[in-house]
């Protein structure tokens, strides 16, 4: 049998996925003290008016219960603030507060800055590799 790990193109995108995201956590986790889930919670509701953890978990790729710890955290900080949702009373909606919106504000240059440094990395690559994994992104 010759099958070569490394080669397999599911195993290098969740290789590189898990270390482009553990070293984009470094940056906002030295600064922030933010989790992965943290982040992502935020990052989701700073594109969302307000949204439940139902939505997010669909959206983040992150188990529920990942992001009901993640919100709760982030509500304990003042972060974000949770609201019954008026179609479903079963549902919680999240928002950011205000203090979340300026948290979020601070991270963004952190994320364009290490973005730029990826894109910069792949070089001429950059276009197709982005256009292929949007390809994925999107049939999935």
Do not use: C
Request: hydrophobic share 45%.
């Amino acid at each position: 049998m010759s099958f070569d790990l490394s080669a397999f193109l599911p195993y290098q995108l969740a290789v590189v996925s898990s270390r482009i995201s553990r070293e984009f956590a470094e940056r906002y986790k030295a600064e922030f003290g933010l989790s992965i889930p943290e982040w992502r919670v935020l990052a989701h509701l700073a594109q969302s008016d307000a949204v439940s953890v139902r939505e997010i978990h669909a959206r983040v790729d992150m188990d529920k219960s990942k992001v009901s710890r993640a919100a709760a955290r982030l509500e304990t900080s003042g972060l974000i603030e949770k609201r019954e949702n008026a179609e479903d009373r079963r549902l919680l909606d999240m928002r950011l507060t205000r203090k979340g919106r300026e948290l979020i504000a601070r991270i963004m240059p952190i994320a364009d800055t290490y973005q730029a440094e990826i894109i910069a990395q792949l070089g001429a690559l950059s276009p197709e590799f982005r256009a292929g994994l949007q390809k994925l992104y999107e049939d999935k």
